[in-house]
Nanobody, 128 residues
Framework: QVQLVESGGGLVRPGGSLTLSCAAS????????IGWFRQAPGKEREGVSC????????YYDDSVKGRFTISRDNGKNTVYFQMNSLKPEDTAVYYC?????????????????????WGQGTQVTVSS
């Protein structure tokens, strides 16, 4: 049984940093594409970053490029999302997802599949 446990969200002031973690059990992260999605109030869930399996190619939405970093620790079977220079518009519930299609060179950069698993979500609030 696959389980993803997220941690690391919270309240932070503009310009601050947070690191989200997503610990996986029941599957090996190194063999699947991974991604981070977010959903702001009143908006649809959007994929903001992903990392492909194999070569580890990464994608970042323009809204987070240069500020956020996705990474994977295969030894700990954990995905991380380092978020720097946070802005109020980054406020959302963040979800990790595993077994996603990550193709940075294609029109659809990140996509879920029928076998995608989701973390429980963690709230990130950026406010002064």
């Amino acid at each position: 049984q696959v389980q993803l446990v997220e941690s690391g969200g919270g309240l932070v002031r503009p310009g601050g940093s947070l690191t989200l973690s997503c610990a996986a059990s029941g599957l090996t992260l190194g063999y699947v594409g991974i991604g981070w999605f977010r959903q702001a109030p009143g908006k649809e869930r959007e994929g903001v970053s992903c990392m492909s399996n194999g070569d580890g190619e990464t994608y970042y939405d323009d809204s987070v490029k240069g500020r956020f970093t996705i990474s994977r620790d295969n030894g700990k079977n954990t995905v991380y999302f380092q978020m720097n220079s946070l802005k109020p518009e980054d406020t959302a519930v963040y979800y990790c997802a595993v077994d996603v299609v990550c193709r940075p060179s294609r029109m659809i950069k990140v996509a879920t599949t029928a076998s995608t698993y989701w973390g429980q979500g963690t709230q990130v609030t950026v406010s002064s």
